[in-house]
């Protein structure tokens, strides 16, 4: 007798964890940070693709991520890791965030300790100089001072076709690039066309001499494991979000 109940009780905590696991949406099922809350890493700032406005994050990857959060139907919340953090998968496995959005070049190397959705925006590299500097090309940089932020695409580029005896300044924050070339301490920033571009808008002191196609795409970043769910459901909102045309909406407000 004792044998038939534990047996239905089983039956029946087995029917509720089948009820359970087809409710979608929900924080069982993506394993969130926190209940209800799409939380996303990334590196700040990084403008037009993330950055700070009235006290609040705007940008591209910021808008993007919002148009995902609600077709998942979550809400989002965007706050500031270092991008190493990000690459290396430490802030998501450290319970910091869910995803990171962060203009995350997609890389092999980069893929050994974190899973990428599908591409969402294509890339190529550039150098930012002063007008007035003289430097034409990246082969001018023979003796100068190059800045690149650490463990990006644009350092790997510098390191690997700057001049010899180019001296490569890495920061680890994007947004200290400029300030150093305004304080003098570097005479050129190699990095992606999108925020070297951006920099045009308000800086008429600067421009971009040379652009490197490079045919990088940016990718969202999850842990290793236990968010397969989560990236599926990523990569289906942003097929959603390209098929109902939200994606381009948000491209040319960001990019005209």
């Known amino acids: 007798m004792r044998r038939k109940t534990n047996a239905a009780l089983m039956l029946v905590l087995a029917f509720a964890l089948i009820a359970s696991s087809c409710a979608g949406g929900g924080t069982g099922e993506?394993?969130?940070v926190a209940e209800g809350t799409l939380t996303v890493c990334s590196e700040v700032p990084y403008r037009p693709m993330e950055f700070e406005e009235g006290g609040v994050?705007?940008?591209?990857?910021?808008?993007?991520?919002?148009?995902?959060?609600?077709?998942?139907?979550?809400?989002?919340?965007?706050?500031?890791?270092?991008?190493?953090?990000?690459?290396?998968?430490?802030?998501m496995q450290g319970g910091q965030c869910d995803i990171a959005a962060s203009s995350i070049t997609i890389l092999p190397e980069r893929e050994e300790n974190i899973d990428f959705s599908d591409g969402y925006f294509d890339a190529e590299q550039s150098l930012l100089?002063?007008?007035?500097?003289?430097i034409t090309s990246l082969s001018d940089f023979s003796g100068r001072t190059l800045g690149v932020q650490s463990v990006t695409t644009g350092a790997m580029y510098a390191e690997e076709n700057a001049p010899a005896d180019t001296e490569i300044v890495a920061f680890d924050a994007g947004?200290?690039?400029?300030?150093?070339?305004?304080?003098?301490?570097?005479?050129?920033?190699?990095?992606?066309?999108?925020?070297?571009?951006?920099?045009?808008?308000?800086?008429?002191?600067v421009t971009i001499v040379e652009t490197y196609p490079t045919d990088e795409v940016y990718g969202l970043a999850v842990q290793e494991e236990g968010k397969e769910s989560l990236l599926e459901a990523?990569?289906?909102?942003?097929?959603?979000?390209?098929?109902?045309?939200?994606y381009d909406t948000i491209f040319a407000k960001w990019f005209g």
């Open 30 to 32: 993506y394993d969130l």
């Open 57 to 91: 994050y705007v940008g591209f990857d910021v808008d993007l991520m919002q148009a995902i959060a609600d077709e998942l139907g979550l809400e989002m919340e965007f706050i500031n890791t270092g991008f190493d953090a990000i690459t290396t998968g430490s802030a």
């Open 129 to 134: 100089v002063k007008k007035d500097s003289g």
């Open 175 to 205: 947004g200290d690039l400029f300030v150093a070339m305004e304080a003098g301490q570097i005479e050129g920033i190699l990095q992606d066309l999108v925020v070297n571009g951006d920099r045009l808008v308000d800086d008429d002191t």
């Open 234 to 246: 990523v990569n289906d909102a942003l097929q959603t979000l390209r098929d109902n045309g939200t």
